[in-house]
């Protein structure tokens, strides 16, 4: 099938981008520092850091990498840390020693910590105090030599009580140190290029142990160059504010943080996003312009009394990924904004942004968007043939965007391309005639019912709608009549809500194999780091 959603782009929108627009990733951020070294690059906790500040900052972190830990161009470091200054600081250190970044979650358990450090052959970590206690637990089980904690306020000398570091770890170096002493090392810069690897970007590990995904420095640079190719009405140099809500450890985050770093833009870092009442002190008089999350993030400030105070004198787009964007939110979005979320698709293989809804579709349609500049995608059957437009397939991908494989996992390598190079995302998904894409579901979360196929975000999508509805997630459950059976979990917001009611709601808009028929009521779903809803965990007993 040809681009066929071409022709419905915004006027403008280049049908290519140059994804060797930078050399590397480094090149982009050591050009916007030398431009922009006045201009705010970052802000928490209502302190500044100007592009000169993360540029001398940096500069410090990679002089010492190189002369005290010896790093070298491809060694793989962990970064564990939340949204705060540290994050970028150490980024750009890491990546100036040219060495691999490992980006990991601050919040993993031992076992996944344990796993992800011996997967990617870290022997450098620069950890968060506050999660020092998981890297003890396991710290003798890891090739880890050297840790390097993290404060709160490093990065910018800020003094904020950060958690004490665990007595587990034997003499760890202070990351303050680490700034304090680099200013008196030598830093020799690294030529680096675009097949240079930039970052691991573990899979959420849904079928057992996570997989790292290699990505490179063009990678980062495609994506950055497709999102505001793709956007330019959200990409003036100089003047966007962006809401930094998402964790950076996380690889739309990231990427974010790249597209606007590029063009001077300032990013307002959130550490801790479930803490509204901050979240929304934090960007209310920031007039900002950009902002991406997911449905439960838009959810959740939606339903604060404190987001219709915000300033919203600047916005210009928010956009939704990880899971898809429901209606009753981005109607609820709307109503205090004016503006309805801009739904987009990508994942950690693909940089991650593979669509987004252009800036002139005003409407909620529950697409996932056009592919951006640069991009393929095909829909194939089980048998790798594309399908007819308007049929279900698995959506395929390729583009300058998409990850070399992963991290020593020839067999999953084989597994998830197609002979010509495409590749597989597991998500199964329909093209429309105007070159929009639909998500379906996931090819393992389909479920069954008397040979019929029931797709959970469907059901999940006519459920939001019912009125004291908060969250809710579907799954399959077995069933002797019909093989599986609907069960939905729902978290209300009006606690007189019955189970006759979401049943009564569901038959109103789904054909009867679709009605849920068990409704299960909890206080809370559950949520990775980034507030994805975990089906998984709720299929355990």
């Given amino acids: ?86 994050f970028p600081v150490a980024m750009l250190g890491i990546l100036r020693a040219g060495a691999t970044q490992v980006n990991v979650n601050p919040l993993y358990t031992p076992r996944e910590l344990e796993h992800q450090l011996n997967d990617a052959g870290a022997e450098t970590i620069l950890i968060f105090a506050g999660s020092t206690p998981t890297l003890g637990a396991i710290i003798g089980n890891t090739p880890v030599k050297t840790v390097v904690t993290i404060d709160l306020g490093d990065g910018m000398g800020l003094p904020i009580p950060t958690p004490p ?9 202070k990351f303050a140190d680490v700034l304090a002493e680099g200013a008196d090392m030598a830093f020799e810069p690294v030529e680096l290029t675009g097949d240079d690897l930039i970052f691991f970007q573990y899979t959420g590990g849904t079928t057992g142990l996570s997989k790292g995904a290699v990505l490179t420095h063009r990678n980062l640079v495609a994506n950055s160059e497709q999102f505001r190719a ?62 991406a999350g997911v449905n439960t993030l838009f959810a959740g400030l939606c339903m604060h009394p404190a987001f219709k105070e915000v300033d919203f004198s600047g916005y210009k787009i928010s956009i939704g990924g990880g899971t898809a964007v ?32 252009p800036m002139s579709n005003t409407h909620f349609s529950g697409a996932c968007g056009l592919p951006v500049s640069s991009t393929h995608i095909k829909l194939l059957d089980e048998n790798d043939n594309e399908v007819a437009l308007g049929e279900r397939g698995e959506i395929c991908a390729s583009g300058p965007q998409v990850m070399k494989g992963y991290w020593n996992r020839d067999d999953a390598n084989e597994e998830a391309f197609t002979s010509d190079g495409y590749f597989r995302t597991g998500d199964i998904g329909t093209f429309d005639e105007d070159g929009y894409l639909y998500i379906v579901d996931r090819k393992k979360d389909m479920i069954l019912v008397s040979g019929f196929n029931v797709y959970p975000n469907e059901v999940e999508a006519v459920v939001a709608l019912c009125p004291g509805v908060a969250e809710n997630a579907c799954i399959g459950v077995p069933d002797e009549k019909t093989g599986e059976a609907v069960q939905v979990f729902v978290v209300r917001s009006d606690e007189n809500l019955t189970e006759e009611a979401i049943i009564e709601h569901c038959r ?19 949520k990775s780091g980034v507030g994805k809803i975990l089906r998984r965990e709720l299929r355990k007993p």
């Fill in 1 to 86: 099938m040809s681009k066929h959603w071409i022709r419905s782009y915004d006027k403008g929108v280049p049908e290519e981008i140059d994804a060797d627009a930078y050399g590397s990733v480094v090149e982009l951020l050591d050009n916007a520092c030398k431009k922009y070294p006045d201009l705010t690059a970052f802000e928490c906790f209502g302190a500044p850091m100007t592009y000169a500040q993360l540029d001398a900052a940096a500069r410090n972190v990679a002089a010492y990498l190189q002369t005290e830990l010896g790093v070298k161009r491809g060694d793989r470091i962990a970064l564990m840390c939340p949204n705060i200054f540290a």
């Fill in 508 to 526: 109103g808009s789904l054909t009867g194999y679709k009605v849920p028929r068990r409704i299960t009521f909890l206080d809370e779903l559950p």
């Fill in 326 to 357: 429901l209606e009753a939110t981005s109607n609820a979005w709307k109503e205090i904004t004016g503006h309805h979320i801009k739904e987009g698709y990508g994942l950690s293989e693909t940089a991650p942004i593979l669509t987004i809804n």
């Fill in 230 to 291: 793709y956007l330019p009405e959200a990409s003036e140099e100089g003047k966007e504010v962006v809401v930094g809500a998402l964790p950076l450890y996380h690889i739309f985050g990231l990427t974010l943080s790249l597209v606007y770093l590029a063009i001077g833009g300032k990013i307002v870092l959130i550490p801790n996003p479930r803490d509204m009442d901050s979240f929304i002190g934090a960007i209310k008089n920031s007039k900002f312009s950009i902002m």
């Fill in 165 to 173: 570091a665990d007595a587990a770890i034997e003499a760890p170096i």
